[in-house]
């Protein structure tokens, strides 16, 4: 007996708990970015934070959720500390509104919710309305889990070695608030296990004292989960707002624990029902924080500074070292400047060029999720750059400089494309190569070191022709071209000939070997084209690479002869 009803409460709490992700998941996709622009409203008086917190959880009834959004804004330094403990002390008491909902006779609504949200689900074509269909599913759910955790322990009234199992387990106040704490961290959910509480108060298997205790440890336990994922982070500065939380909860619950027994007394006058009293307690007690600490936030917020203060950030490869917007009133200064976070950016570009081949033939997976990250620092200096040389051109420039800020852009976008085969094409290839744990054959990994290096080469030479501008070195780049399309030619004919011979690892590694060689000749084609400008500007480039054949010179009109190629 006593087993079956306990499977049936993990059964009701786990409906629950999905219930309850319904219904965030489905205000979230429905409203995600209008709550964090309204919540984003809320930075500068802590009040009216407050209240922001309180309506944004009521709908969502997640503090976790709320929270995420609040340490968003100030880690872009747009809320202050106090201002963010302000919107978790509204959160927390959002949280108890659904609570209060619970506590009353509503099971009858659970069925009408299922209905209508499957209806909006299933047939409706708008996606907003199928959002709100999940979450009208999900507080269907959450109310028909009450009804079953209820119709669970009625039976079991009778069953006296669960009702002295429980009565053992919360027979002291401490020991209370340590299941209550555990339960609520285990299940990411202050709710589910106020919930909980209130359906074992409301069939008398725990007593009025230790259903409030096991609520306060519910409040605690619910603080606890966000610590633990600020902590992954490693910055104090995302510590700094669950751990204030914590610090609040922490701080209630000593003060309250020892007055439990005087207090039963008092919730017992408000409401004889112990389910009542339950959800009045956890309503009371936040809304009790609250008043507690809203004065004193900026006194916290200062110790939590003082208790975590900010580390000294590593160099982040993604910041702009030499966009100085002061020079923006001088453009060839500015210009300048922006040639130099180009050249910047290519030194990464650079090292990603050179690790893809040791990615390859290492078999490292390291240095693939290596070379991923420094494609989005690339992606976010080009963003970078492409807003200031935007911010330069916005006034006239004379046509030097503004043919300059036209290379300047035309690189970056090169250089950022580059960027994306690397990561995009060749990065998958070594993925693809690791996981299936594939060998290139001795000549073929020559082959294609040799072209590598070449390619690596060469975009030390393109780096100098952007800062440079000289002809020469522009002209030895466009050889190279040349050179590098006869290098795939040998490098595909050698893979070709080694697969006439029936060699298992060209058979195996053929597709990868060929795709390989056209993704460097491809960002071979990128590294060159900052060679065009500088020939063009010398007067050194054709206006067009075919040749001219009698049969076409004789049907030129006599009023396009004077556009021949040079």
């Known amino acids: 007996m006593g087993s079956i009803v306990l499977l049936d409460l993990v059964g009701g709490v786990a409906l629950l708990l999905w219930g309850l992700h319904m219904v965030q998941s489905g205000v979230m996709r429905a409203y995600g970015a209008e709550l964090r622009r309204f919540l984003g409203r809320a930075l500068r008086n802590r009040f009216r934070a407050f209240a922001f917190g309180l309506a ?64 909006a689900f299933k047939h409706s074509q708008r996606t907003r309305v199928r959002d709100l269909g999940r979450v009208s599913i999900g507080l269907g759910l959450m109310l028909l889990s009450l009804h079953l955790l209820l119709g669970t322990l009625a039976p079991a009234e009778n069953a006296p070695g669960l009702r002295a199992l429980l009565a053992a387990a919360t027979g002291e106040p401490i020991l209370n608030v340590l299941l209550g704490t555990v339960f609520a961290w285990a299940a990411h959910s202050s709710v589910a296990v106020v919930v909980l509480v209130m359906s074992l108060a409301y069939s008398n298997f725990v007593a009025p004292a230790a259903a409030l205790a096991l609520v306060l440890g519910a409040n605690l336990g ?86 975590l203060p900010e580390r000294k950030k590593a160099s982040d490869p993604s910041t702009p070292l030499y966009l100085d917007s002061s020079a923006l009133a001088t453009p060839t200064i500015a210009l300048t400047c922006a040639a130099r976070e180009v050249m910047h950016m290519g030194d990464i570009v650079e090292s990603m060029l050179r690790q893809t081949m040791t990615a390859f033939m290492t078999d490292d997976r390291r240095l693939v999720s290596e070379i991923e990250r420094m494609d989005n620092a690339v992606d976010r200096l080009h963003e970078a750059i492409k807003l200031y040389v935007t911010e330069i051109t916005r006034e006239s420039l004379d046509g030097q400089n503004g043919q300059r800020a036209m290379e300047i852009i035309a690189f970056s976008i ?86 006439r011979e029936g060699r298992p690892e060209s058979i195996e590694t053929s597709s990868l070997h060929l795709d390989v ?50």
């Open 517 to 566: 060689l056209r993704d460097l000749k491809r960002v071979h084609s990128h590294i060159c084209s900052v060679a065009y400008p500088v020939l063009e500007a010398a007067g050194e480039l054709q206006s067009s690479r075919l040749k001219e054949t009698a049969a076409r010179r004789r049907r030129v009109r006599p009023t396009q002869s004077s556009e021949q190629p040079q």
């Open 222 to 307: 619910s603080a606890i989960n966000p610590v633990f994922e600020a902590g992954g982070s490693r910055d104090p500065m995302a510590q700094r707002l669950p751990v204030g939380n914590l610090l609040n909860r922490l701080v209630g619950c000593a003060l309250v624990l020892p007055f439990i027994q005087p207090i039963v007394g008092l919730m017992a006058s408000i409401d004889v029902n112990p389910a009542r009293q339950a959800a009045d307690f956890h309503t009371i007690f936040n809304v009790a924080l609250a008043a507690l600490f809203m004065l004193p936030l900026n006194q916290l917020a200062g110790l939590l500074i003082r208790l």
């Open 56 to 119: 944004v959880t009521a709908l969502l009834q997640s503090s976790t959720a709320t929270a995420l959004m609040t340490a968003s804004f100030t880690a872009d330094g747009a809320v202050t500390l106090a201002a963010a403990l302000a919107i978790m002390l509204g959160a927390n008491v959002g949280t108890t509104l659904i609570v209060q909902v619970l506590s009353f006779d509503v099971s009858a609504v659970s069925p009408v919710l299922l209905l209508a949200g499957l209806v």
């Open 414 to 499: 090169n250089l950022e494309h580059i960027g994306d085969i690397i990561d995009k094409n060749l990065m998958e290839l070594a993925s693809k190569k690791i996981k299936n744990h594939l060998k290139f054959s001795a000549e073929g990994a020559a082959d294609l070191g040799a072209m590598h290096q070449r390619v690596v080469d060469n975009l030390k030479l393109a780096l100098g022709v952007f800062m440079s501008g000289e002809v020469a070195i522009a002209r030895q780049l466009l050889r190279e071209k040349v050179q590098i399309r006869e290098v795939e030619r040998a490098a595909a004919e050698g893979h070709f000939a080694r697969l």
